[in-house]
Each structure stands twice: as structure tokens, then as C-alpha cells.
């Protein structure tokens, strides 16, 4: 049994070491430090929520994407522009809508108050309106930040595609072609099969007037609108008259607008029908004319089967004056996989001069995902590298003559790699890895005899098909077996 008294000891002693005073106490938590930083430096380090590393077979998917899109970009005449990745915060805010607190603030450094650009398009708009320029033709591939809460294909840091037009051009021209390029691009990707959705702001917002909402409304509820691709018209409108104020009867007849959606030049002749209220609203007559123009000539391109003409289409942004629009892959669960429209009043928000403008901006990120997850279920092998000949050196210690073969192949534009090793497998093994298709080997019978043998390979086996090149010829001798 131990006394009362080494008890008490015991006691006060525990009791020190958690009295800030006590002599045990800065012990104590130089104890607690040590620990902490000794799991710290041992722990794994990880990513931020809503970012993502891409290994060199996704890059290569990555790579492969941006080289078909850019080749459309380029197809319609567009130049490229390239802006700071961000921006003063008075140049993006009022903006974006509700989607605005979604902008992410860079602390203040350099006596500006800046924030990361949250899109491409008001950089864009900032620039046109900075530099006088009244027409221009630009895509810009970069990336974009948003403070937001990371899903499947939801990132907080993430590429975007975009192609505007800005300038006076044929009516509804620059409208009909970005929803053009926007179905090449989708085409072209071969990402399954998908629909882009088409609205126009004006129609909206006089459907909203014949529903009897208030102007100082239209935008907000524009935002709720925008929500039905996720949520039931009914959570729908919940919000519309707890949140923003409506009344249930002029909800209701929202919701009886927003429900149509069809083929656009079906739909588009029922809304133009004697006795539409359309018709008797200026800002819809307006953009049923409009529409008509695009949808004519959008039959005419070979691409109206991809339309759907849909009233439920909002786009919460802000600054969407005209033709609205928003690409869905069918039958992925990623949401939209592109989007964009008409902004004629933007560009004059950074200058004394209004120029029309109208844009898309594609989602790659969300399309990276759909092509990946297509070729896993196609079980498709993905090159890493675009190596065409790995120079085989199976003698120890040749570096030397592995730089001047390997030098020969890269002089004359092949793509190339070397290694040296005694080992053979290590050779074939290499090229299997990487898929390279020729080999330049490179033994003791080719050393001493001043000669190469090159070998073809098939899905990375070893075929009988060797031929034997002076080390005169073996780079000509290539070129033409590389271009068959």
C-alpha cells in the first residue's frame, strides 16, 4: 500500500506539469513540440481539396485533347491571347452574379487588392476594352479558380477553353458559329454522345415580365432557374418565393414556361404561334427573330440535331445579353462539359465604348475525366511518350557511342531515346513499356563491323524482320520506314 503522502507527491507532480508556472511544464512541452514535428515530417504530403496531379498517361490523354482543340480554334481563324492569372479585384466583381463569392482574394502584398480570375471571358473583355480594339478573334487556353466545393468534375483549379468573337459582324454570325465550333469540338473529342442545351436571355427575361416578376428580380431569379438541371422545380421554387420573395402564382407559371424544351425549330414556330404571349412581349419578339436567323442557319450546318432548344436554360451569370447555351454529355454524371453565350454590355464596363461580344468556354477538365474513364473501359493503352526509336547500346560503359547515334536521330527531327546496358531484356523491356516501335541495336558484332541492326517491334514483341545499315544510312533508312 502506498502512503497518503507519496500519493499527494504523485499528484502534485501530474498537476505541474499542466501548470504553466511549473518547473515541469516547459519540459513537458518541448516533449509535445518534438512529437508533433516528428509525425509532421514523417506524414505523406497530399493535395489541396479540388486540385489533382496528372501522371504522364493522363498528360498524354491531356496532350492529345489540347492538340485537337486547338486545331479547331485555329480552323476558324481565331489568334491566341494569354492574360495574368490574376486580376484587380475591381476588374472581376459585379461580374459574376451569386457566383461571385465563389472569386478567390489574393492577400495584399503590393498595395492592390487582387483575386485569381474566376473565368477567361472578363479578362478578355478587360483587355479589348484596355487596348481600343474593336474586332478581334481569340482563344485562350489556361487556367481559372474557384473558391467552390469540390465534386466528380467539380475543381477548384482547373483548365478552360475559350473562343470569343468581339465586334460588329453579320447578325447572329458569331452566335451560330461558336455553337458550330462548340459541336466540332465535342465531335472531334469523341467523348460519347451529348446536347447542347440553347436559351436566349431576352426570351427570358420576357417571360419573366409576362409572369409578372419584378426587374430588379430577373437576374436572382435567373440564378434559382438555373438550378433545375440539379434540383425539382419544386426545390425550385421554394426558393423563389421563401428566399427571394415571390409569389406561389407567379412561381407556377414560371414553371409552366421553363418545362418546354424540344427541337429548335419545332419549338420555335409553337412559340411564335397566333395568341403566343410571346409575341406581344418586345424583348421575346426580339429574341424569337433572333433565334430564327441562328437555328436557319444552324439546320444549314448539319448541327441542329445536336440543339435542344430548352426556356428551363438560365446561365446565372451576370453579364449574358443574348443566345445562352450549356453542352451535357449523355450519360455521364459530370454536369456541364462546356458552356457560353452573347455579352454585348461587358467589354463596356472597362472603356468608353460598347463592343458585342459573344463566347464559349469549354469544360477539359470534366471532359479529361469522360475520356479517361472511356479508355480504361475500352481498355485502350496509352502512350506515355511519342519515342519512336530507342537506340540500344548492349555493351557496358558506351555512352559515347550512344550520344553520337542517338544525336544523329534527334539532328534529323526523330523522336529518340538510348540506353546502355549489357543486359538485353532490359532493352526489349523498355520498349514495351513505352510502346516504341523501332530499335537501333547496337552489340559487339555491330561494334566491331561498323554497322547498326535495326529492329521493328510489335505491341512491344520481338519480330524476326531485322535489317542490318551502315552507320551512314541507318537515319535515312529510318525516316523512310517511319513514314510508311
Not at 34 to 48: A, T
Not at 332 to 344: L, N
Amino acid at each position: 500500500m502506498h502512503s497518503l503522502k507519496q500519493i499527494k507527491q504523485w499528484v502534485e507532480q501530474i498537476l505541474n506539469l499542466f501548470n504553466p508556472e511549473g518547473r515541469g511544464f516547459d519540459s513537458f512541452l518541448d516533449k509535445v513540440k518534438e512529437i508533433v514535428e516528428s509525425n509532421e515530417n514523417r506524414r505523406l504530403p497530399k493535395l489541396p481539396k479540388g486540385t489533382r496531379d496528372f501522371a504522364k498517361e493522363q498528360m498524354a490523354v491531356r496532350e492529345k485533347a489540347f492538340s485537337i482543340i486547338q486545331n479547331v480554334f485555329k480552323r476558324h481563324g481565331a489568334t491566341a491571347l494569354d492574360t495574368p492569372v490574376f486580376e484587380l479585384r475591381e476588374t472581376l466583381m459585379g461580374k459574376y452574379g451569386e457566383d461571385s463569392k465563389l472569386v478567390y482574394d489574393i492577400a495584399d502584398q503590393g498595395g492592390e487588392l487582387c483575386s485569381l480570375r474566376y473565368d477567361l471571358t472578363v479578362p478578355f473583355a478587360r483587355y479589348v476594352a484596355m487596348n481600343g480594339i474593336t474586332s478581334f478573334k481569340r482563344y485562350q487556353i489556361a487556367k481559372v479558380y474557384r473558391r467552390d466545393n469540390p465534386s466528380k468534375g467539380r475543381y477548384r483549379e482547373f483548365y478552360q477553353c475559350d473562343f470569343d468573337i468581339a465586334g460588329l459582324f453579320e447578325p447572329m454570325g458569331p452566335d451560330f458559329e461558336i455553337v458550330k465550333i462548340l459541336t466540332e469540338l465535342l465531335d472531334e473529342l469523341e467523348i460519347g454522345d451529348y446536347e447542347v442545351k440553347l436559351n436566349h436571355r431576352k426570351l427570358l427575361d420576357g417571360m419573366l415580365e409576362i409572369c409578372g416578376v419584378p426587374p430588379e428580380k430577373f437576374r436572382t431569379i435567373c440564378s434559382s432557374i438555373d438550378k433545375l438541371d440539379k434540383q425539382s422545380f419544386e426545390q425550385v421554387k421554394k426558393e423563389m418565393v421563401e428566399e427571394k420573395g415571390l409569389s406561389s402564382e407567379i412561381a407556377d407559371r414560371i414553371g409552366n414556361f421553363v418545362k418546354e424544351k424540344g427541337a429548335p425549330l419545332e419549338l420555335l414556330s409553337k412559340l411564335r404561334q397566333e395568341g403566343s404571349e410571346f409575341l406581344d412581349n418586345q424583348s421575346s419578339r426580339e429574341a424569337l427573330d433572333e433565334l430564327s436567323i441562328m437555328f436557319e442557319a444552324l439546320e444549314r450546318s448539319k448541327c441542329s440535331h445536336r440543339i435542344v432548344f430548352d426556356l428551363s436554360l438560365a446561365r446565372g451569370l451576370d453579364y449574358y445579353t443574348g443566345v445562352i447555351f450549356e453542352a451535357v454529355c449523355i450519360g455521364a454524371e459530370v454536369g456541364s462539359i462546356g458552356a457560353g453565350g452573347r455579352y454585348d454590355n461587358l467589354i463596356g464596363m472597362f472603356g468608353t465604348k460598347q463592343v458585342p461580344a459573344v463566347g464559349m468556354s469549354l469544360g477539359i477538365e470534366r471532359v479529361f475525366n469522360i475520356m479517361e474513364e472511356l479508355n480504361e473501359k475500352q481498355k485502350q493503352v496509352i502512350r506515355p511518350t511519342e519515342t519512336q526509336v530507342l537506340v540500344s547500346i548492349m555493351v557496358d560503359n558506351k555512352l559515347a557511342e550512344a550520344a553520337g547515334l542517338v544525336s544523329q536521330l534527334w539532328d534529323a527531327k526523330i523522336n529518340a531515346e538510348y540506353l546502355v546496358s549489357k543486359r538485353k531484356e532490359k532493352h526489349f523491356n523498355r520498349a514495351k513499356e513505352s510502346g516504341i516501335p523501332w530499335m537501333v541495336m547496337v552489340g559487339e558484332k555491330e561494334l566491331s563491323g561498323g554497322f547498326v541492326t535495326l529492329k521493328k517491334l510489335e505491341k512491344g514483341s520481338e519480330e524476326k524482320e531485322d535489317q542490318t545499315c551502315s552507320r551512314d544510312s541507318f537515319v535515312g533508312e529510318l525516316l523512310k520506314l517511319l513514314s510508311c
